[in-house]
């Protein structure tokens, strides 16, 4: 019972910065951990990042540790994801997702609610 809009994707040479925001409808956004995933052309989507209902754990895939970092503000129904140092090999389409009284898992299966994605291009 969730719906979710993601913005702030866009063209970005390597060493750049982005700020993506997932803006969720409804009253029950605090009840779901939320995670980012990403998805190339030609390849499966994985994991990039999640976070507890309450912000106070994150989770980070490997090649982005250092560099993205996860937030929430449960006041306005946000979840941001800062991507700074950007490389080439992070462009793709980032959707978020909801997963309903979750901790912040990494598997996509876990999750029950998804955007439609925005778009990231990191120039080399």
């Known amino acids: 019972q969730v719906q979710l809009v993601e913005?702030?994707?866009g063209l970005v040479q390597?060493?750049?910065s982005l700020r993506l925001s997932c803006a969720a409808s409804g009253r029950a956004f605090e009840y779901y951990a939320m995670g980012w995933f990403r998805q190339a052309p030609g390849k499966?989507?994985?994991?990039?990042s999640a976070i507890s209902r309450?912000?106070?754990?994150?989770?980070y895939r490997d090649s982005v540790k250092g560099r993205f970092t996860i937030s929430r503000d449960n006041a306005k129904n946000t979840v941001y994801l800062q991507m700074n140092s950007l490389k080439p090999e992070d462009t793709a389409v980032y959707s978020c997702a909801a997963d309903w009284r979750g901790t912040g898992s990494n598997y996509d299966r876990d999750y029950d609610y998804w955007g439609q994605g925005t778009q990231v291009t990191v120039s080399s």
Do not use: D, K
């Not at 499966?44 to 990039?48: D, G, H, P």
């Open 44 to 48: 499966e989507r994985e994991f990039v």
């Open 14 to 16: 390597a060493g750049g």
């Open 54 to 59: 309450s912000g106070g754990s994150t989770y």
């Open 7 to 9: 913005s702030g994707g």
